[in-house]
């Protein structure tokens, strides 16, 4: 531990603390010596202006009741937090390469400057970290709009071209959320000429500026009825409850994985593993049902058991077909 995290921890001891702390607690939780506390205490007073006062008990910071609390000047990391900071910059670069790039250039480079004044090795950082998606969907042009809109509480005017639809049409938007699921980034807003909430696929934004009056608020508790309670991305308030069962190989995996903030999951006595998820749009959880292939039952309920029928029925003839059109 070098003396700038000493006395990053020494200020923390001291934030931590209304009563004096005595200089043998201070060299034991420092790891040092009583000089160097002596010597620490006096540079975080002289050098950064630290409110540290002696009433015979020990040090503590001086307190004035409507006075607020000391902070260290400038950018204070230990190594821990530094690592971390770092990771993080690592992930948001995999999540949308360059999407942030412009923003977090000063704080890249005084990161760059701690690091090599710290001598951690922490250079390797962009090599021993990786992040793979799949398919993912790049933010669009328009990311950057959604976001301030999203941040600043400033509605949005934006055209929007639908997937689903195929359809061009022209928004005003409340912005609410940003919401990144699936390697792909959403806006979920509310929706002035729909008279509702609905969550767009930035990149499907083709135009997009800010407008000058506030975006409309909505509670939390209705965000979250409206976009977290089902099943995906599709939003909506669940309003069935899927119920799977995976053969007891699969369960190894499916046990650990969380499909659903609200799931209910238990192991039966043939090994098997029962998973119960709410939801309201079944399109998603077809398809993620799909994906385990023979290792998974839907028990119920009934449209969805025979929605997962009908899908696998087309894709067997499918093969069916493909298998006589290479043979002829």
């Not at 008990?57 to 950018?75: I, K, M, S, T, V």
Request: net charge positive.
């Amino acid at each position: 531990m070098d003396k700038f995290d000493r006395m990053y921890q020494l200020h923390q001891i001291l934030s931590a603390r209304r009563s004096a702390v005595g200089w043998s607690e201070l060299a034991g939780r420092l790891e040092c010596s009583r000089a160097t506390v002596f010597r620490l205490i006096a540079r975080l007073r002289d050098f950064l202006g630290a409110p540290i006062v002696s009433d015979g008990n020990g040090y503590r910071y001086a307190r004035e009741q409507d006075a607020r609390a000391y902070e260290l000047p400038g950018l204070w990391f230990n190594d821990r937090e530094l690592q971390a900071l770092l990771v993080f910059q690592r992930l948001m670069d995999n999540l949308e390469p360059g999407l942030l790039s412009e923003h977090f250039v000063p704080l890249s480079r005084r990161l760059d400057e701690i690091v090599r004044h710290k001598r951690l090795g922490l250079g390797e950082t962009a090599r021993r970290i990786r992040v793979l998606g799949f398919a993912p969907r790049p933010a669009g042009a328009h990311f950057q709009t959604a976001a301030s809109g999203t941040l600043q509480r400033r509605r949005l005017r934006i055209t929007y071209h639908s997937r689903s639809k195929d359809q061009v049409t022209e928004r005003t938007l409340s912005p609410q959320r940003l919401t990144h699921y699936r390697d792909a980034w959403y806006l979920d807003a509310w929706d002035h000429l729909r008279r509702a909430l609905r969550s767009f696929s930035i990149e499907r934004i083709s135009h997009a500026i800010e407008i000058d009056e506030p975006a409309e608020a909505i509670a939390e508790s209705k965000l979250d009825e409206h976009f977290v309670s089902a099943y995906g991305i599709f939003a909506g308030k669940a309003d069935k409850t899927a119920i799977l069962r995976f053969s007891a190989e699969r369960a190894r995996w499916v046990a650990d994985e969380r499909w659903h903030p609200q799931q209910v999951g238990q192991f039966l006595v043939d090994g098997r593993y029962e998973l119960r998820i709410p939801y309201r749009d079944h399109r998603e959880l077809v398809m993620d049902i799909l994906r385990h292939g023979a290792h998974v039952e839907v028990v119920g309920p009934v449209p969805l058991r025979e929605g997962v029928m009908a899908e696998l029925t087309a894709a067997l003839e499918n093969y069916k077909t493909g298998k006589q059109n290479l043979m002829v």
